[in-house]
C-alpha cells in the first residue's frame, strides 16, 4: 500500500545530515554519526525505527507529518512481526541483540530543547531528547536497559506498568540505590505483556519528570493481532512552567503551567498524523504531566478505548468516544477507523491547554472599548496597546513582537485563517491518497459545496432569515 523506503546507507546518512543541520548544533551531528555507526551492527528492523526517527527530526511548519510506512516489519529474532510504532517528533531507542538479549542504552542528560520554533528550554532528558525515545519490544523478549547517569544529580528510571522483579522497578530508596553521576546501572527483565507502558525518573520525581525525563515504552504483542492497525501512533503529555524569557522550566511550579506538551512540542511544531482513507488508526496516549489530567478529543470521527497501562479492555467493555479521559500516570489506547477524508483536528479540550505562556492571567477587558484607554495611557508609555477587547484570537497574528524566547500567545497560520489554539494541538490528516514517502500532504481541499461560508442573500431569503 505504501512505497518501500530507501533503507540504504547513503539515504540514512542523507536524512540524518539533513536532520542535524536543521537543529544545527555540533553535538546532534556528533550523535547522529555515532548513531550510524552504531546502526551498521544492528538489525534492518531497527534500521526501520531509523528511518521513522531521521525523518521526523525536521522541525518546521504546522503542515510537517510523522513519517510511516504503513508496513509490518520483521524486527523480533523469532520472527514475529509488528508494524512499528510512530512517535510524531520523536524517535525509537535503538537496540542489538545480545545472546538472545535485546540491550538499550539510555543515556540521562541535559538536552537543550525546543518547544516550537521562537521557545528553548534547557531541559533533562535522555539521549538528547525531550522526551526520551520510546522503546519498543515484544511480548516474550528478555531485554536489558542499561542507564548512564550524566546528570549532575542522581536519578533512577522506573518502568511504569511494566510486570517485572520488585528489585528492577526503578524507584530510589526502595527497590535500588539511585544511580550516581556517571554511574551505569543494568536493568533486566522479561516482558510477560504487551501494551502502551511509560517509562520515567523516580528519583526527585516532581523536579525530574517536570524537566522532562519521560518516555513510552510499547510492548507488541507475542501472538499476530487479528485485525492489527494501519498505523500505529503514539504520543506522551506533559506539562511545564517557563516563564516568558527564560531559559530553564521552573519544576516548582504547582498549579500554573503555561507549556503543554504532545511529544514535547507544542503546535505548530507538532507533526501531523496522516492516514488514507479506511485505514485502521491506533494512538497511544500517555500521560506524566506533573499536575493535570487532559480531555484530548478528535474530530470527525468516534473512537473507542480499547486498552489501559493496565491491559486490553475486551470488546464488550468498549464504547464510542469522541474524548479520551487521560489521568495523570496512565495511558490510553484509542482505535478508529479513518474513513472519512479531511483535516481534523487532535486537541486537548482543557482550554488553557491549547494556549501558551501569555495566554492565562490576562485582566478581563471583553467588550471595553479601550480607545480612550490608550490614549491616556499612551501619554505616559508611548506605543502602549491595550490587548484582548475582543478575546485572545487576534493575538497571534497581530504582529505584535513577542518577548525573547517566548512563544505567540496563540496557534499557527492556517489554510483560511490564523489558527487560534497552540499547545496541545495536532491534526489527523486522511486522504484518499497520500505522497508516496508517507509525508505530510499539505492543507485538505475540500469538495465543492462542503465548506461553511458566507451566507448568500438568496439562502436567507428563502429561508426566512432577516438580519
Ligand atoms: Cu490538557
Known sequence: ??????????????????????????????????????????????????????????????????????????????GITYRPVITPNGKTLPWKMVDGVKVYHLIAEPVTHEFAPGLVAECWGYNGRVH??????????????????????????????????????GVGGVSQKAIQPDETFKYEFTLKQHGTLMYHSHHDEMTQMQLGMMGLFIIHPKNPEINPPDRDYAFMLSEWKIEVGARRPDPNEMTDMNVFTFNGRCFPATEAMVAKTGEKIRIRIGNLSTMSHHAIHMHGYY????????????????????????????????????????????????LHHVMTQMGHQFGNII????????????????????????GMGDMGDMGMPVPANSLPMVGGQGKYDY?????????????????????????????????????????????????
Not at 536497559?145 to 518502568?159: C, D, F, G, Q, S
Not at 467588550?367 to 475582543?390: C, Q, S
Not at 494541538?425 to 514517502?437: G, I, Q, W
Open 1 to 78: 500500500m505504501n512505497t518501500e523506503p530507501d533503507l540504504s546507507l547513503t539515504s540514512r546518512r542523507k536524512l540524518l545530515t539533513r536532520a542535524a543541520a536543521f537543529i544545527g548544533t555540533g553535538a546532534l551531528i556528533q550523535r547522529a554519526a555515532a548513531e550510524e555507526m552504531d546502526m551498521k551492527s544492528m538489525s534492518a528492523g531497527h534500521d526501520m525505527s531509523k528511518m521513522h526517527a531521521s525523518g521526523s527530526v525536521k522541525m518546521t511548519a504546522n503542515t510537517k507529518a510523522a513519517v510511516s510506512t504503513g508496513k509490518t516489519e520483521p524486527l523480533h529474532p523469532e
Open 132 to 169: 526520551g525515545p520510546t522503546i519498543e519490544a515484544v511480548e516474550g523478549d528478555k531485554v536489558r536497559i542499561y542507564v548512564t547517569n550524566k546528570l549532575e544529580a542522581p536519578t533512577t528510571v522506573h518502568w511504569h506498568g511494566v510486570l517485572l522483579p520488585s528489585g528492577m522497578d
Open 303 to 350: 473512537f473507542k478505548v480499547v486498552a489501559t497501562d493496565g491491559g486490553q479492555i475486551p470488546e464488550a467493555g468498549q464504547w464510542p468516544e469522541t474524548t479520551v479521559h487521560m489521568p495523570t500516570g496512565s495511558t490510553r489506547t484509542i482505535e478508529l477507523v479513518a474513513d472519512a477524508p479531511g483535516d481534523w483536528v487532535v486537541h486537548c479540550h482543557m
Open 367 to 390: 467588550g471595553i472599548d479601550t480607545a480612550g484607554i490608550n490614549k491616556k495611557i499612551r501619554k505616559l508609555i508611548p506605543g502602549y496597546m491595550a490587548m484582548g477587547e475582543t
Open 419 to 467: 489558527i487560534t489554539m497552540g499547545g496541545m494541538f495536532t491534526m489527523l490528516k486522511v486522504r484518499d491518497s497520500l505522497p508516496a514517502d508517507g509525508t505530510d500532504p499539505g492543507w485538505y481541499e475540500c469538495p465543492p459545496g462542503s465548506q461553511a461560508g458566507i451566507a448568500p442573500d438568496t439562502d436567507l431569503k428563502r429561508d426566512g432569515i432577516t438580519l
